[in-house]
């Protein structure tokens, strides 16, 4: 299992679909996608050890809605989890799926997407 991060526009373009199956004519909204990133659920704990696990799986809980709400929190949790990977390793799943790296790696680029698109609408799922 997995979870999905993304930042969209807060903006849509109309777009015309034909079902290629019907022929059928209609509009759709369409998001640019600014970030899309994939994690695994194995990371969860060490998320939580860090304190953005809510943040990252939750961020509705929080009233989180655009991007720039969680550049404090992502400079935080990394320089956390820089400043402690010795730490932050005891957290890694016993099953190899998830490593310290693996989420470094996901809060850093999320943080540069985050500041990139700071009005972006926050999104998850999994």
């Known amino acids: 299992m997995s979870l999905d991060l993304r930042l969209t526009s807060t903006v849509s373009n109309t777009v ?6 019907c022929g059928h004519t209609h509009t759709k909204e369409e998001f640019e996608v600014y970030f899309d990133y994939n994690i695994t659920h194995n990371l969860n704990k060490m998320a939580k ?3 953005i696990y809510e943040l ?6 929080l009233d989180v809605i655009y991007a720039h709400q969680l550049i404090s929190p992502l400079m935080i949790a990394q320089e956390k989890l820089k400043r402690n990977p010795k730490y932050f390793r005891k957290f890694e799943p016993s099953n190899g799926w998830g490593k310290y790296e693996d989420l470094l790696d996901c809060v850093k680029k999320y943080l540069e997407a985050c500041i990139s698109h700071s009005d972006a609408i926050v999104s998850v799922s999994g």
Do not use: G, I, Q
Request: with cysteine; hydrophobic share 25%.
């Open 56 to 61: 990252l799986w939750y961020p509705e809980r």
């Open 49 to 51: 050890a860090v304190d």
């Open 16 to 21: 015309e679909c034909t079902c290629s199956c």
